[in-house]
């Protein structure tokens, strides 16, 4: 059985198997503030509860000079708060099983509670302690920047984070989108405790913050705990972060590594998620190349020539803009070869649609791997969370399924012409410059960079820090829209 038709089966099954989960969710809402609305969904099967919650917080309000504020920020959320040090905060945490972590977005800064239903009030005391009087303690602080710096240096080895920070440099050039979630050496290095204080005080707010919450609990309680968590916190807004007005720079840029296999990063202006263009859009990125091996470009690229192990696409919205992008690795004297099939790929696409079969296999497949995201409370309000920072309703989960079964494959060709246009491709190439002749070649890329330390897979992966982790991959996206 070929990997496509055994993804398609699966996700049959996945289909037949789970349809009720996503529809069975009953989706309460609660009002905590002004500009603040709360999905709740109650489950009483086991004594567990969970929180996801999104602050106006991300890299996109790092000041132009201080890349990686929000992320240092964030990693400093779990090291100090009101009367706890940060061994003592700790400690509270662990010693009642509570479960705390914070992931900046360019947008947000996404923060998680897990905790058993006997321990829910202290694991929400304690999240509101955090935010509202975090101490930054001078030694937390040159701990936590020792271990992002030492991060930062391991990116700069990676082809794959290498290629996607310097293409959304290039890609969003002069916006903040445009700096590295991570931040950057001399950013990390120039951020003092009173910048820290600053930006927390600014931006762990709750005007503009959505909350998700899934477990054994009921509404009355739920409301006490969440004033014990937010009611701390400042009911104010930031400024919003700028829109975008230039997207994209042409050809091919690189940045010399020497590495075995070079890394290509390669987007074009994408669409935003209230367009009404997007779910078609969805489908059709889904078809052309986030599929993983049910995708044409897997099929052109990998399969048919062997020139890669993985190649993938997705789409990426942010609040200020839209970005359709992909990551591929391929050896050094194939960057040529590997590019021209893409764009032969993308045009092919755009001209003849999809065929009935993949239309169908992809529905299928979205469909089908949808309840899955319910399965857990943790995926139930990581999912919600996600659909609340995108501005959708909340009927939307009820509705989902409906809207991609009815994607037509004139709605895939009318989107396809809109998002997929190479003549609008920004590529960005990390490996040896003898793979390909730059157009232009990007700032810093005459400077030496280390080689991998391990072969190259296209997809980016999270990279190993010697701590906690300050930053997601460069091109993640949601996995269900």
Known sequence: MSARRFLATLAAALAMALP????????????????????????HTVPVIALTVALPAGSAYDPANKPGLAAFAAALIDEGAGSYNSQGFQAALSGRAIRLSATPERDYLVVSVLTLKENAPAAFRLLGTALARPRFDPDAIARVRSQILAGLQQEDEEPSNVAAKA??????????????????????????????????????????????VAGDVDTATLKALLGAAFSQIPDRAPQPVPFVTHMGQLGLQIVPMPVPQPNVVFGMPGIMRNDPDFLPGYVANYILGGGGF???????????????????????????????????????????????????????????????????????????????????????????????????????????????????????????????NTNKLTIVVAGSPQAAQPSKPLPGADKPTKPAVRPVKAKPRATPKPAKPVATSPLKTTPHR
């Open 20 to 43: 009720s989960l996503a529809h069975a969710v009953t989706i309460q809402t609660l009002s905590v503030g002004r500009q603040s609305e709360v999905w709740f969904v109650p489950d």
């Open 167 to 212: 293409f959304f440099r290039t890609f969003f050039a002069g916006h903040p989108y445009a700096h590295p979630v991570s931040g950057d050496a001399a950013g990390i290095s120039s951020i003092t405790r009173d910048d820290l204080k600053n930006f927390a005080a600014q931006h762990w707010v709750r005007g503009g913050i959505h909350i998700a």
């Open 294 to 420: 049910a995708s044409r470009l897997t099929t052109e690229v990998r399969e048919k020539r062997g020139l890669t192990y993985d190649i993938s696409t997705g789409l990426n919205t942010f609040h200020r803009a839209g970005v359709l992008a992909g990551q591929v690795a391929t050896k050094a004297g194939s960057v040529q070869q590997t590019i021209a099939v893409i764009k032969s790929t993308i045009a092919d696409f755009v001209t003849n649609g999809p065929t009935d079969k993949e239309l169908a296999d992809a529905k299928t497949y979205l469909t089908g791997s949808f309840p899955l995201a319910f399965s857990s409370n943790t995926g139930i309000t990581s999912q919600l969370n996600a659909f609340q920072n995108a501005g959708l309703p909340v009927t939307y989960v009820a509705k989902r399924n409906d809207l991609i079964n009815a994607v037509t494959a004139d709605d895939v060709r009318r989107a396809s012409k809109r998002l997929f």
